[in-house]
């Protein structure tokens, strides 16, 4: 039985709520592969050895970590390729050439959808402009942000994922600046030819990591009117705030009421870009799974799961606060 697309199963089951994975890369490297490396979690299909032992130690654990994401009640998960753009791969891996690099691609593809199998959807994740240069979490894209060429970065990678029938979501993940997200906006069928969502990286407070707000991009949306690219099925926020995510989807929702939203936050702890640490969430202001996930689905939010240091037992949670909330 092959998969209803995505864009149609979110339209005939409007009161269906999807559960995402979690945080992949932090969660591999729980489970002890090295990804402190400028491709993050692509790191451990570099090695050729991933691909030609396939008893090895790295393949099991990522095998496994999908495993148990399914377990916990995923029905929608992700590529490892947040940092597997052309030139990230290129500049820091022995992969050099466009024909290499799609046989990378497609080998992560494949292999994703082997250990998830057919019935579920997987997303082809997308890391934004700024995650090549460590800026997905200040905005900072430099002088001028509006002359940046961000279809030619993506464009590889964009290439490769539209024409893999093994992809049903294309994923443009923690957007930091209002130059990026309009330069996605502005693209249409022929560029964006799969169904996508955009996930925004959001300051606690509630604005852009660049300093735009919520009514600002709401503003933009509604500027484009019907130029909005059909195959834009969600905008969300995602690797955000755990505490403060519930308030920060409410006011997208506020500003774009009609929009299907994403959602899917860190787990609560903080990181120290300092000590390069996850800290303690503050026990005094901390919400639970059930009370952010309900938050999210009076939101208007159709997928939800989990970003950095979210594990399956996180997974486990939303899937359990989504079977009580959602219709």
């Known amino acids: 039985m092959t998969r209803q697309s995505i864009k149609e199963y979110l339209q005939q089951n409007p009161d269906k709520v999807l559960v995402l994975d979690g945080g992949q890369g932090t969660e591999l490297e729980n489970r002890g592969i090295n990804v402190a490396n400028p491709v993050w979690s692509t790191i451990p299909f570099v090695s050729e050895s991933f ?3 396939k008893s090895s130690n ?9 495993e148990d994401f399914l377990a916990a009640g995923a029905e929608i998960l992700m590529t490892t390729t947040y940092q597997t753009s052309f030139k990230s791969v290129s500049e820091n891996t022995d992969i050099k050439t466009l024909q290499e690099y799609n046989e990378l691609l497609n080998r992560i593809v494949s292999f994703s959808r082997d250990c998830i199998g057919e019935q579920k959807y997987l997303i082809g994740c997308i890391g934004p402009w700024g995650a090549h240069v460590c800026a997905e979490f200040n905005g900072d894209y430099g ?8 279809y030619q970065y993506f464009k590889p990678q964009l290439d490769n994922f539209f024409a893999n029938e093994n992809l049903d979501l294309i994923g443009f993940e923690t957007v930091p600046n209002v130059n990026e997200l309009k330069a996605i ?3 249409d069928e022929k560029i964006l030819s799969k169904p996508f969502y955009i996930g925004l990286s959001v300051h606690e407070n509630g604005v852009l990591r660049d300093g735009t707000t919520m009514e600002e991009i709401g503003n933009i949306f509604k500027s484009l009117g019907n130029k909005v690219n059909p195959n834009l099925l969600l905008l969300g926020i995602n690797c955000v705030s755990f505490n403060h995510s519930p308030s920060i989807l409410e006011d997208i929702h506020k500003n774009l009421p009609d929009m299907p939203l994403i959602a899917y936050p860190n787990s609560g702890e903080v990181y120290d870009t300092v000590k390069k640490i996850w800290l ?3 026990s005094e202001n ?13 939101a208007g939010a159709r997928i939800i799961g989990g970003c950095c240091r979210t594990t399956p037992k996180d997974i486990l949670e939303i899937s359990k606060a989504v079977k009580k909330f959602s219709k």
Do not use: C, G
């Open 51 to 53: 691909w030609s032992d």
């Open 58 to 66: 790295d393949r099991q654990i990522v095998k496994e970590m999908f």
């Open 143 to 150: 002088a001028h942000p509006e002359n940046i060429d961000y």
């Open 185 to 187: 906006l502005s693209w």
């Open 280 to 282: 303690p969430q503050n």
């Open 286 to 298: 901390s919400l639970t799974w059930e009370q952010v996930v309900k938050r999210y689905i009076e």
